[in-house]
C-alpha cells in the first residue's frame, strides 16, 4: 500500500472504513472461495495484498475506539 492511500485510511471516517472493510472481506472471501475450487487465480499476491488491507482498517478502527475510550 502506498503512503499515499495510508493516510486516506487514516483521515476516512469510520463509516467509510467499514464499508471498505466489508467489501474487502468480500473480495477475500471469493479469491479463497476461487483458490480451493481448483480455479488459477490471477494475481495470488492479491490474497495477501487484502488481508493486509483488511488488518490496516482494523488497526485504524481499533485506535480510534481505544482514543474515544479515554
Do not use: G
Not at 494475481?43 to 475506539?65: F, G, K, M, N, W
Amino acid at each position: 500500500m502506498k503512503a499515499k492511500e495510508w493516510n486516506e485510511i487514516r483521515v476516512s471516517a469510520d463509516a467509510e472504513l467499514a464499508a471498505k472493510l466489508r467489501d474487502l472481506r468480500q473480495e477475500q472471501f471469493n479469491l479463497r472461495l476461487q483458490q480451493v475450487s481448483a480455479q488459477r487465480l490471477e494475481r495470488p499476491s492479491r490474497l495477501r495484498d487484502v488481508r493486509r488491507d483488511i488488518a490496516r482498517i482494523e488497526t485504524v478502527l481499533r485506535e480510534r475506539q481505544l482514543k474515544a475510550a479515554k
